[in-house]
């Protein structure tokens, strides 16, 4: 089992040496001094540590699309753009667009992905090859009888995985109440409840998505959601753009997740996020990126800046979108929502860690470090990687990226031709 000790590195303003063992941080102290056998030592020296990112609404893949077609109606550039082509993806396409992304979170200090697409096995493979965690969900879409007839297979498949990695989750994806028909919806509730599943699915993203589903249910969509007995704790609903109050008290009151996806929201001009009440309801806030598609990288680093300033334009107000509140949705909550006991430096949690390097020129000067991460930060900052007890990135090398970086520039280029 690797034993990883990292030494003078910062903590909370103090040095401090780092002790990692079986997955968890086993002590964490001024100078670690007994001799620990076999231990990888990390120099920390100007460095600090900090809990990794947890992105809770991605589609990895989509990575091999990124500038394939920018600023169109999100209906327009789903169903004339991205699905023509996405239909053209492969399984393996799917594993190479999957390790180029996973490469990118690496490098930009994420650890974990909540992932929706297509192949999802494909997804599966690349992430537990790679190290980093990732939940994907049997997809539930109603689409041509050939890829329902895919779907319906790789869910079987995907299902087999349940409970065999510490890594991967498999969970439900139904992807919106727009492409998931009622009858559907409610087998899929009634699924998550018997066998104790997490959901996901896309929420209240457009006006066009609310102004449907009243004119169709005659209620919101998460009220709808609600009557079909699809919001829990274990549900995480994704961009939640267009809010009502009394969708706000239900959310926090069936605990359902939200993820915040600020870029992608503003990028397709979705509408902003009710940010400042949801956090001051209770409810419990996540960040995601969305695909490579809609944002177009997948840097939590980003996404925080943007949560941020989106939150204090909508709300005309500079106190809003607060760096801290901002670094705790992209860290330890995104962490909680899915039960991974980690996002924190703390002893007996589960060692999930970046080495920020202090001597990058955006780290200085130095006075708060949570608000140069947030507002002032991009990935070179992120020297280290540390995901449930190994080591994912050393001094910004990520193991086979040349290869990754090399087969995803091959399947593109095939991708234009076909
Ligand atoms: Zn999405």
Known sequence: MAKILIKNVELNGEIVDVLIENKRFKKIAPKILENIDNAQI?????KAILPPFYNTHTHAAMSLLRSYADDKELFDWLQNYIWPLEAKLTPQDVYIGSRLAFLEMIKSGTVFACDMYWHQLETARAAEEMGIRVAVGEMFLQSTPELNEMNRKNNIELEKLRGKSELV??????HAIYTVPKEILKTVAEKMKKEDFRLTIHAS???????????????SP???????????????????????????????????????????NMKLNSGRFRFHDCLEAGCNITLGTDGACSNNNL????????AALSAKSQYSSPTAGKDVDVFKIATVNG????????????????ADAMLIDLNNH???ADYKLISNMVYSADSSVVDSVICNGEVLMLNRKVRDEDEI??????CCASLKNR
């Open 42 to 46: 990390i120099d920390g020296t100007d």
């Open 169 to 174: 989750e498999i969970m439900l994806d139904p």
């Open 205 to 219: 993203e457009t006006p066009l998505e609310v102004e449907n589903c009243f004119t169709e249910h005659h209620i």
């Open 222 to 264: 998460i009220a709808y959601l609600e009557s079909l007995g699809l919001l829990t704790e274990k549900t995480v609903l994704a961009h939640c753009v267009h809010l009502f109050d009394d969708d706000i008290k239900v959310i926090r009151d069936t605990g359902a997740v939200i993820a915040h996806n600020p870029v992608s």
């Open 299 to 306: 840097s939590m680093l980003d996404e925080m800046k943007f």
């Open 335 to 350: 962490a909680k929502a899915f039960d991974i006991d980690a996002g924190e430096i703390k002893e007996g949690k589960l």
């Open 362 to 364: 955006f780290m200085i």
């Open 405 to 410: 970086i090399r087969e995803a520039k091959k």
